[in-house]
């Protein structure tokens, strides 16, 4: 932090970066810490009945004016201040409101989120018996989720709670599935299209029920052998599909081959790009994605920035660059779950992003002064902010990190714009 002074407000000038001493509730700005943009902020600030307020000289332009310079200062009384005083309070009033619908849209996309976990939890847990229904029941959350992708033409990404690490293999399958049908959308392709896509990512992963479940725990590197026998899961998983009988077979590839490379260095079979259908490919990108994301027990798990930056990296000959590229673009260059500063020196970690601006996503801030449960979410546009880099979580201060809470995991569900 930088070295910060305790000044008094006659002292204050345009420039300097303040934290006022009094509660969030008991001003009318919008943050309790921000750069003094017009000699009126510190009329407003004169006004709250307290004699000084923490200047941070690091993130400021300018020194606090000196004692002699503080008693040349005229008030200004050029501003309506009341005026002013009013228009900043009802502004602040309509964002916490604004905030206010933001958490219910993201509350309800939790509920549709948690509740296509739970049917995906229960359609897993009937495949070894009830094969058939186990695949209808999977028919018609893919159906439930395309009517609800194509019915939205402003569409949300949101980050979703951190979960249980013993659920990620649920996790990790609705995400790709989400993503992947997202995705799809995205590229113009038809409803029986992002369906076929949906299923086939649902279950991409199935295989991996009939592997050893101390191979899937393991803490420490695998062996050969026990990376022949992981590599086998897509296999597996198709062998399970095929108690189904009636399982789609464009979904079944997707199954058999989402490991697979277009330049043949892909597993189990080294299949090359003429031997993989479009969906394959597209599942396969995003897997790729989620699992840096969502990674095996030996492995550390990636922000979203840094797996889409290393997904553009390696990508290349292995993975179809087309939907590589479109990924990219639909996630934004910040993805909801990455960490941020600002353009103002606040830290923040984005929430959601609307495909329609991805420079612009919605970022909780850090402020101390405000509860944790009220914490602003912001609108850049709105507030005329900008990201000036991403962090990495770990090298946030403790108290900063348990106020933002950044997700070990990430998981995404998508929602509608609230325009209303």
């Known amino acids: 932090m930088g070295k910060s002074l305790f000044v008094s407000v006659q002292q204050l000038q345009v420039g300097n970066y303040v934290r006022l001493p009094v509660s969030w509730k008991d001003h009318p700005f919008l943050f309790s810490s921000f750069k003094l943009k017009q000699q009126a902020q510190i009329e407003l600030i004169k006004k709250l009945g307290i004699d000084?307020?923490?200047?941070?000289?690091?993130?400021?332009?300018?020194?606090?004016?000196?004692?002699?310079?503080?008693s040349d200062v005229q008030a200004q009384s050029t501003q309506d201040l009341e005026q002013l005083q009013g228009q900043m309070a009802q502004y602040k009033?309509?964002?916490?409101?604004?905030?206010?619908?933001?958490?219910?849209?993201?509350?309800?996309?939790?509920?549709?989120?948690?509740?296509?976990?739970?049917?995906?939890?229960?359609?897993?847990?009937?495949?070894r018996n009830r094969p058939l229904n186990a695949v209808d029941e999977a028919k018609e959350l893919v159906a439930d989720i395309t009517q609800e992708l194509l019915a939205s033409d402003n569409l949300v990404l949101h980050l979703m709670s951190d979960q249980d690490k013993s659920d990620?293999?649920?996790?990790?399958?609705?995400?790709?599935?989400?993503?992947?049908?997202?995705?799809?959308?995205?590229?113009?392709?038809?409803?029986?299209?992002?369906?076929?896509?949906?299923?086939?990512?649902?279950?991409?992963?199935?295989?991996?029920?009939?592997?050893?479940?101390q191979l899937?725990?393991?803490?420490?590197?695998?062996?050969?052998?026990?990376?022949?026998?992981?590599?086998?899961?897509?296999?597996?998983?198709?062998?399970?599909l095929k108690l189904a009988q009636d399982f789609p077979t464009a979904s079944a590839e997707i199954v058999t081959?989402?490991?697979?490379?277009?330049?043949?260095?892909?597993?189990?079979?080294?299949?090359?790009?003429?031997?993989?259908?479009?969906?394959t490919q597209l599942?396969?990108?995003?897997?790729?994605?989620?699992?840096?994301?969502?990674?095996?027990?030996?492995?550390?798990a990636r922000t979203p920035y840094a797996a889409l930056g290393y997904l553009y990296k390696h990508s290349k000959g292995k993975y179809n660059q087309e939907y590589v590229g479109k990924m990219i673009k639909m996630l934004g260059i910040y993805p909801p779950g990455t960490v941020v500063e600002l353009s103002s020196g606040q830290f923040g970690l984005v929430m959601s992003v609307n495909l329609d601006k991805l420079l612009l996503p919605r970022i909780l801030v850090y402020d101390p002064m405000v509860p944790k449960d009220q914490a602003p979410i912001v609108d850049l546009e709105a507030e005329g902010l900008s990201i000036v880099r991403c962090l990495p979580p770990a090298s946030l201060a403790e108290n900063i990190y348990k106020y933002l809470n950044p997700r070990e995991r990430i998981s995404y569900y998508f929602g509608s714009e609230n325009t209303h």
């Open 168 to 213: 990620g293999i649920y996790f990790h399958s609705l995400n790709v599935a989400v993503l992947s049908m997202l995705l799809a959308k995205e590229l113009g392709w038809e409803r029986a299209e992002i369906e076929a896509v949906g299923l086939g990512a649902l279950f991409h992963d199935i295989g991996k029920l009939k592997l050893p479940s």
């Open 93 to 127: 009033k309509e964002r916490i409101e604004i905030l206010q619908r933001m958490r219910r849209d993201l509350q309800k996309t939790e509920e549709h989120f948690s509740r296509s976990l739970a049917r995906m939890r229960n359609l897993i847990g009937k495949l």
């Open 283 to 300: 599942v396969a990108v995003v897997n790729f994605y989620d699992a840096l994301c969502h990674p095996t027990p030996q492995q550390q």
């Open 257 to 279: 081959n989402h490991h697979e490379h277009l330049d043949g260095s892909g597993t189990p079979r080294g299949l090359k790009a003429a031997q993989l259908s479009e969906p």
């Open 52 to 70: 000084a307020v923490y200047v941070d000289l690091a993130r400021s332009d300018a020194e606090p004016l000196d004692a002699q310079q503080a």
């Open 216 to 240: 899937m725990r393991k803490q420490e590197p695998l062996t050969t052998p026990e990376q022949n026998l992981y590599n086998q899961h897509p296999i597996l998983g198709n062998e399970l």
